[in-house]
């Protein structure tokens, strides 16, 4: 029984020394609210998430305009001439409508997969 507490207060001095020590915070110096903001804008990687999103509207909006007025303009021929492709039903069920908002987040996940993908490749994180 003993060899196994002499072995445990061991390992304790052990992790006691290995353990790193966090660096002594200075009392008298306080961080003004600009530097605050630097560390909290660094920190969170804000700036990159701001453009993250921006880019993503944007890319969002390209995608939807290429598929209303490029691709679906193709399946128009597969419908009847008097009716316009947003407007296909089948029943109750708007077909049309659902084949453009389908087709275009395919195109936006394959967009978003590309752009980790490279990135990934170029070792950005």
Same mark, same amino acid.
């Given at each position: 029984?003993?060899?196994? *507490? ?21 009392? @008298? ?11 909290? !804008?660094?920190? #969170? ?12 509207? #944007? !890319?969002?909006?390209?995608?939807? *305009? ?15 001439? *008097?009716?316009? /492709?947003?407007?296909?039903?089948? /029943?109750?069920?708007?077909? @049309? ?9 395919? !195109? ?9 993908? #490279? ?7």
């Amino acid at each position: 029984m003993t060899t196994d *507490s002499e072995i445990l207060e061991e390992l304790r001095k052990i992790r006691e020394v290995l353990a790193p020590t966090p660096p002594p915070k200075e009392p @008298g110096k306080k961080k003004t609210l600009l530097e605050e903001f630097k560390d909290f !804008i660094m920190k #969170y990687k804000v700036l990159g998430l701001a453009i993250a999103f921006i880019m993503g509207a #944007y !890319i969002g909006n390209l995608v939807q *305009s290429l598929v209303d007025n490029l691709v679906m303009p193709l399946v128009t021929f597969f419908l009847p001439p *008097s009716i316009p /492709w947003e407007e296909f039903t089948l /029943w109750v069920f708007r077909i @049309g409508a659902f084949l453009g908002d389908l087709l275009t987040f395919i !195109i936006v996940a394959l967009v978003i997969f590309l752009l980790i993908k #490279y990135t990934a490749k170029l070792g950005i994180e």
